[in-house]
């Protein structure tokens, strides 16, 4: 569970932090928001194949901060 952390704090810190890091934030919010009960619960998970932005937004993060640098391939 330590990678998927390290994972998550890195997409946390470039959307807070980035300049453009609010955009980002907006579109993932517009994708994944007609997904999301008011509870927070997925509506339909299969459904979240549909979040190109937010799968390569998240892919891009684990590819410039791997969370375990020896399998980075750097």
């Known amino acids: ?3 998927t952390n390290t994972a998550m704090m ?3 810190a470039y959307l807070t932090f980035h300049p453009e890091g609010a955009q ?3 579109r993932i919010r517009s994708e994944v928001a007609p997904l999301v009960t ?3 619960i997925f ?3 299969m459904q979240a194949d ?3 932005f937010t799968k390569a937004f998240a892919s ?4 410039l901060r791997p969370p375990f640098p020896l ?3 750097r």
């Open 38 to 40: 008011a509870d927070g």
């Open 1 to 3: 569970y330590e990678t």
């Open 10 to 12: 890195w997409c946390v």
């Open 50 to 52: 549909a979040c190109l």
């Open 24 to 26: 980002w934030a907006h």
């Open 60 to 63: 891009e993060v684990v590819r």
């Open 71 to 73: 399998l980075s391939g």
């Open 43 to 45: 509506v339909d998970g």
